[in-house]
C-alpha cells in the first residue's frame, strides 16, 4: 500500500485489470532436486493488475475537485493494457516494473505507485506426439490451483523511478498428508476437548511470501537469480512428505528453512496456514482405511516469518 504524504492517505486507481498477453519470453531457472519445474514457455502470460498511485498534484483532485491533474483510471487501464505489449522479459516483477517506470514517465506529477499483478494460471495440455506426449504449444487449460501474485511499490528517485518494497506470494496451496503427522503434548487444561493425536490426516491451506535481497533478481528473468513460485511450491511439497510434523507451526518453520537453504537471494519467507484437518468419523485400521469429513468452523491459523538470520541459528553458520 502507498505510503501516505505529509501524513495522508491518498491515492487511486484501478483493480482487475485483466491483461492476457500472448508469447511472452519463455522463462528459464535452474534446477533443484524437489521439483520437476526448470521453466515455463509463457505462451499465456496473464495477470489480473491492481494499479494505484499517489502525488502531492492530487491534493485538489480531492480538496478542490480539480481535476486537471487526475491522469483517469480508465485511462490507467489503457495504457497497463497497450504497454503490456511490449514487455520484453518473462517474470511477473518485471512487467510490474516496466509498467510503473513507464507511467512515471509519462506523468511527472506522480511520485510513487503500488502496483500487484496476480498471475492467472494456464497450463499447456499434454498431446501425443511421436515419442509419447508433449505440451501443446497450442491449447492451454485455465488452473483453479494455487495461484501466484507479485507486488512492488515505485518512487521517483533521483535519476530513475526506484523499487523501494517488493513481496511475491503464493496464495491458497491446499495439502493434504494423509498418515504421519501428530499433534500432542499442548496445554492440558479445564478447556482442552480436543484429543491428542499420534496420527491425523492433516491438510493444510498455505499462503506463502517471499522477498529478495537484491530486487533485480526478481525483475529480470535472465540473471539466472529468479525464484519460480513452482519450485517454491514443490520445496512445500516434498517437505511435508519427508517430515514427521508435530504440528503445523513447526511445519511452516522447517519449510521456510528449506526455501531459504535452497535460495541464498532470499531474504525472507513468510507463512499464513490455515488448519483444515479432517475429522474423524470412522478410525483407520490395518488394511482398512478410514473415513473422515471436513472439519467445521472455526479453522485455526498460524503465520511466521523466517529471515535469513533464522536460518543462520538453525545452520549455526554465519548470515
Ligand atoms: O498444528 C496444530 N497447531 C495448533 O496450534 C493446533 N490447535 C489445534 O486445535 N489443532 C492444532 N494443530
Known amino acids: 500500500m502507498l505510503e501516505p504524504i505529509n501524513g495522508r492517505t491518498?491515492?487511486?486507481?484501478?483493480?482487475?485489470?485483466?491483461?492476457?498477453?500472448?508469447?511472452?519470453?519463455?522463462?528459464?531457472?535452474?534446477?533443484i532436486s524437489e521439483s520437476s519445474f526448470t521453466g515455463c514457455?509463457?505462451?499465456?502470460?496473464?495477470?489480473?493488475?491492481?494499479?494505484?498511485?499517489t502525488g502531492e498534484a492530487f491534493l485538489t483532485s480531492f480538496s478542490q475537485g480539480d481535476n486537471s491533474?487526475?491522469?483517469?483510471?480508465?485511462?490507467?487501464?489503457?495504457?497497463?493494457?497497450?504497454?503490456?505489449?511490449?514487455?520484453?522479459?518473462?517474470?511477473?516483477?518485471?512487467?510490474?516494473?516496466?509498467?510503473?517506470?513507464?507511467?512515471?514517465?509519462?506523468?511527472?506529477?506522480?511520485?510513487s505507485i503500488s502496483i500487484t499483478a496476480h498471475r492467472i494460471p494456464f497450463e499447456q495440455v499434454m498431446v501425443p506426439c511421436s515419442e509419447g506426449l508433449k505440451?501443446?504449444?497450442?491449447?492451454?487449460?485455465?488452473?483453479?490451483?494455487?495461484?501466484?501474485?507479485?507486488?512492488?511499490?515505485m518512487q521517483r528517485g533521483e535519476d530513475e523511478p526506484e523499487v523501494i518494497s517488493h513481496e511475491c506470494n503464493l496464495k491458497d496451496l491446499q495439502l493434504i498428508k494423509v498418515s504421519g503427522s501428530s499433534f500432542y503434548g499442548f496445554v492440558q487444561d479445564e478447556y482442552t476437548t480436543l484429543p491428542e493425536s499420534y496420527d491425523r490426516p492433516l491438510y493444510i491451506f498455505l499462503n506463502i511470501d517471499?522477498?529478495?535481497?537484491?530486487?533485480?533478481?526478481?525483475l529480470d528473468g535472465d540473471a539466472g537469480q529468479y525464484v519460480a513460485v513452482e519450485q517454491v511450491r514443490d520445496i512445500a511439497h516434498s517437505a511435508f512428505h519427508?517430515?514427521?510434523?508435530?504440528?503445523?507451526?513447526?511445519?511452516?518453520?522447517?519449510?521456510?528453512?528449506?526455501?531459504?537453504?535452497?535460495?541464498?537471494?532470499?531474504?525472507?519467507?513468510?507463512?499464513?496456514?490455515?488448519?483444515?484437518?479432517?475429522?474423524?468419523?470412522?478410525?483407520p485400521t490395518?488394511?482398512?482405511?478410514?473415513?473422515?469429513?471436513e472439519p467445521r468452523p472455526p479453522y485455526g491459523?498460524?503465520?511466521?516469518?523466517?529471515?535469513?538470520?533464522?536460518?543462520?541459528?538453525?545452520t549455526g553458520t554465519l548470515v
Not at 514457455?41 to 498511485?53: E, K
Not at 491459523?301 to 538453525?314: K, M, P
Open 10 to 31: 491518498m491515492f487511486y486507481g484501478k483493480h482487475d485489470v485483466l491483461t492476457y498477453r500472448t508469447y511472452a519470453k519463455p522463462l528459464l531457472v535452474s534446477p
Open 41 to 53: 514457455d509463457n505462451i499465456i502470460f496473464a495477470h489480473n493488475i491492481s494499479f494505484a498511485v
Open 69 to 111: 491533474m487526475v491522469v483517469a483510471t480508465d485511462s490507467m487501464k489503457n495504457f497497463i493494457l497497450r504497454n503490456s505489449a511490449d514487455y520484453t522479459g518473462s517474470t511477473t516483477e518485471g512487467l510490474l516494473q516496466l509498467l510503473s517506470s513507464r507511467f512515471m514517465d509519462r506523468y511527472n506529477h506522480v511520485t
Open 135 to 153: 505440451q501443446s504449444q497450442l491449447v492451454l487449460r485455465h488452473s483453479n490451483n494455487e495461484s501466484y501474485s507479485a507486488s512492488l511499490t
Open 210 to 218: 517471499w522477498t529478495y535481497s537484491d530486487v533485480q533478481h526478481a
Open 242 to 283: 519427508e517430515l514427521s510434523s508435530p504440528s503445523i507451526q513447526s511445519l511452516i518453520y522447517q519449510i521456510g528453512i528449506r526455501v531459504l537453504t535452497r535460495f541464498p537471494q532470499l531474504a525472507t519467507v513468510s507463512f499464513e496456514s490455515n488448519n483444515r484437518t479432517w475429522e474423524t468419523i470412522v478410525e
Open 286 to 293: 490395518e488394511g482398512k482405511g478410514g473415513v473422515f469429513t
Open 301 to 314: 491459523f498460524q503465520g511466521f516469518s523466517v529471515s535469513r538470520a533464522d536460518l543462520a541459528e538453525a
